[in-house]
């Protein structure tokens, strides 16, 4: 048996058939790949191809005549033996697709010993999900779930051999209120076939779950809440899709079916919201006021138009250019090194999220579980706002690629605060334009962001509804007749956008939690064409 670098032995190595030619198809264990190159000498670079193993969904044998090519004449001959390996395959923009090779042998024992080694391989994948529970909202988005779910993701979940029991939600919190009741530690993961609602909806039952399993009150906005181990996928079947699209880097089913399948794991911060010591929810991705609170709550009524709605309320939002006075304050994350200015954006293995984690643990390791809440100063700043967006990702989705901060880390204990004050109509629109294009949305003066690990606003309204409610009321509204004819600032507050569900209170206290949460999700891969997707592509060529 021949020997690669490093002396090391090959688990298998044997010459096989793919597509018209034999090829030295080697299975090299120890750097985690099925590897395949032209025998004959010279052997040209581009002739090297390999999958790594973590990257096959399945193996099978496969009934050789029913796939036979154009193979050579004498091959007719003899019973041929095959066997079929499922991979995947990366296309542009962060999209995978299943695809597959089937190398054919004559000897028998030859191709049963390379479908029992590649399955030994893939069972050793400890990552990978075994027994997921599937959550499906019929009326997210286009209202596609159950189809997208049946035909796009089913088949390839049972083509790796994943066991599945599926809910078909009846009704908004059913998923929630499910898994609160449900044994949830007899499953690898949860999925949700659906959008940013839906999303959110299982992390609050999971998250609640947790809390509730361990005794931790939810209510005290300082608890220290116990970390969710149980990953989450994501079916993206919505109309905004943004967790999925920021952790991905694309929206589609087949991909994300993909990373769940190769057990991919992806820590993502939470924010917790709470209105005096009460929870209200939690967020992954924005918490809005102003600008986009008041999209969400003019589009709730709208539901019927699906994604449509958003275009419809955002047009009738932007120009109603209602302005909120209003407090916050903020505690800057000073434990992580980046900042919202900076360039490059949060990647797989991105190392400013790799810190995190390393603090993280340090942190458990010297405090168990009990939180050091640290003296740390607040900064305030009061103003007059067109949009305060928190965001603890990039929230970058099909109508923003970049997001609404293009360099917020998926997990580094931070959250991205956006701050906009209040300009002319044609500003804020430039504002709004630079989210699609690849201009600096914060390079505007009446643009502020900070990134912080916690913060508490209060609106204008709130802090006077605490003195004198009526007088105040009455005194507000004289002078919003008077001075303010254009109609551009409100006496009433504006509602919070929590991931795309709407909040009863204005008034609100919210803190990052590093990392309480795992997707099936690597973060977005750099855009380079990586050895392994070249290699992939030369196969074509090559069969
Ligand atoms: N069977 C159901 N009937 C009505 N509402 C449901 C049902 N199942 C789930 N929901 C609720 O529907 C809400 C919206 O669903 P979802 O997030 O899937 O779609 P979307 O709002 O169109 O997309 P996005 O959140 O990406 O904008 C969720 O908050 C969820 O609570
Ligand atoms: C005139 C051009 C204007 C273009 C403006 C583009 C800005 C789009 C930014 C969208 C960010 C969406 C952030 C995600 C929020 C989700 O949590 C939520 C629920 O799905 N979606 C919305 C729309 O609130
Ligand atoms: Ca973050």
Known sequence: ?????????????????????????????????????????????????????????????????????????????AKLHAFTVYYVKKARNHRWRCSDMTFWCVDEPICNQWIQALKELLEMQKSRPKHLLVYINPYGGKRQGKRIYEQKVAPLFSMASISTDVVITEHANHAKDNLFEVNIYKYDGVV????DGMFSEVMHGLIGRMQKDSGIDQNNPKASLVQCN??????????????????????????????????????LDVSSVHHNNTFLKYS????????????????????????????YSGFKTFLSHHYYEGTIAYQPAKHTHGSPRD????????????KSEKQ?????????????EGEEEWKVVKGKFLAINAVSMSCACPRSPKGLSPAAHLAD?????????????????????????????FDFPFVDVYRVKCFQFTSKLSED??????????????????????????????????DGETLDSSAIEVRVHCQLMKLFARGIEENCKDEAAYSQSSVEQLL
Not at 237 to 262: E, F, K, M, N, Q
Not at 427 to 432: E, P
């Open 1 to 77: 048996m021949e020997r690669l670098p490093g002396g090391r032995r090959p688990r298998l190595v044997s010459s096989l058939g793919l597509g018209r030619r034999s090829w030295e198809v080697t299975l090299d264990d120890e750097r985690g790949r099925l590897a395949w190159r032209d025998p004959r000498p010279p052997r040209r670079a581009g002739e090297n191809c390999f999958v790594p193993i973590s990257e096959i969904i399945a193996v099978e044998e496969t009934e050789f005549n029913k796939k036979q090519r154009n193979i050579g004449r004498w091959h007719k001959m």
């Open 192 to 195: 949700c076939v659906g959008g």
């Open 230 to 267: 149980i990953r989450i996928g994501i079916i993206p079947a919505g109309s905004t899709d943004c967790i999925c699209y920021s952790t991905v880097g694309i929206s589609d089913p087949v991909t994300s079916a993909l990373h769940i399948i190769v057990g991919d794991c992806q820590p």
């Open 284 to 311: 992954v991705s924005l918490l809005g006021y102003g600008f986009y609170g008041d999209i969400l709550k003019d589009s709730e009524k709208k539901r019927w138009m699906g994604p449509m709605r958003y275009d």
């Open 343 to 354: 360039k490059e954006s949060c990647r797989t293995g991105c190392y400013i999220c790799k």
């Open 360 to 372: 993280l643990a340090e942190q458990h390791k010297e405090c168990g579980l009990k939180h050091e």
């Open 413 to 441: 204990g931070s959250a991205d605060l956006i701050l906009v004050r209040k300009c002319s109509r044609f500003d804020f629109l430039r504002y709004l334009v630079r989210h699609t294009n690849q201009d600096d949305q």
């Open 465 to 498: 509804n605490e003195s004198n409610v009526m007088d105040i009321v009455k005194k507000r509204f004289g002078q919003f007749c008077r001075d303010h004819p254009a109609c551009c600032c409100n006496i009433v507050n504006s509602t919070w956008n929590c």
